[in-house]
C-alpha cells in the first residue's frame, strides 16, 4: 500500500468514526467496506474492526451519557441477552448471502425512511420488558450472524416503533454495540489469534473523529441532522450487505 493509499484509508476511517459515532454507533459495517475494499485480508479486517468498534462505541457511550441521554432501564432489557445470542450468531454458517442481501434492503429502506422523516415522533413508550428482552436477544443473533455490533439493527427498531427519541436511542445503541462487540472480540483472541499491528494508526485517527462526533451529536447536533446522519450510516450499511463491500 502506497503512502498516498495509506492516508486516504485513514481518512476514510476518520469521516466513518465521526459519522457513525454522530449518531451513537461505532461504524463496525463502514469499517468492514473500507477495509476490504483496500484489499486487506479478512483475518485483518474482522479484529481491526472490532477494535475500532470497540474504541468509538466506548466514547460515544461516554458522550451520550454525559449529555444526560442515558437511562439505564432502557439498555439493559436490550443487552442482557444479546451478548450470549451474539456469540452464537458467530458460530452459526450461513451458506448463502441471500440472508445478508434481505438485510441489507431493510436497512436500505430504513435510511429511506429517514431522509423523509426528520423529526421524532411527538409521543414515545418504552416497550414491555420481555418485548426488549427477546428484541435484544433477536438483534444479537443478527449481529453474530452479519458481524456488526447489532446497534445498526436497534437504532431503526427503536425509532420507527417509537419507543425512544433520537438521542435517547443513540444512548442504548452505543453501549449495545460496546458490549456486542467486546464479546466478538473476546471470541477472536480466545481462538488464540493475534490483534493486527495495522489496527494502531487506524485507532488514533478513529478515537479523535468518535470524540468529535460523539460530542457534537450528544450536545450540538439537533435531531434533524442526526437523522439525517443515521439514513447516511443505514445507506452505507444497507450497500455493504447488499452488494458485499
Sequence with gaps: MTTTELALLHLAIAVIAFLYASVGHAGASGYIATLTLAGLAADVVRPTAL???????????????????????????????SVPAAFLGGTIHVPTNLFKIMVGVVLLLSA???????????????????????????????SG?????????????????????????????????????????????????????????????AVA?????GFLGSRRFPVRTIRLTLAAVLLIA????????
Design 145 to 205: 450472524l452479519t458481524g456488526t455490533g447489532g446497534g445498526i439493527f436497534l437504532t431503526p427498531m427503536m425509532l420507527h416503533l417509537a419507543w425512544a427519541r433520537t438521542k435517547e436511542t443513540a444512548a442504548v445503541s452505543a453501549p449495545f454495540i460496546l458490549v456486542n462487540s467486546v464479546s466478538g472480540l473476546s471470541g477472536f483472541l480466545a481462538g488464540g489469534r493475534p490483534l493486527p499491528s495495522f489496527a494502531a494508526s487506524l485507532a488514533v485517527v
Design 238 to 245: 444497507g450497500a455493504k450487505l447488499t452488494f458485499g463491500l
Design 112 to 142: 429511506a425512511r429517514f431522509a423523509v422523516r426528520t423529526e421524532d415522533p411527538s409521543s414515545t413508550r418504552f416497550p414491555p420488558r420481555w418485548v426488549a428482552l427477546t428484541a435484544g436477544a433477536f438483534l444479537g443473533l443478527l
Design 209 to 213: 473523529a468518535g470524540f468529535l462526533g
Design 51 to 81: 477494535v475500532l468498534n470497540i474504541l468509538v462505541a466506548t466514547l460515544t457511550t461516554y458522550q451520550f451519557a454525559r449529555a444526560g441521554h442515558f437511562a439505564w432501564g432502557r439498555f439493559w432489557p436490550f443487552a442482557l441477552l
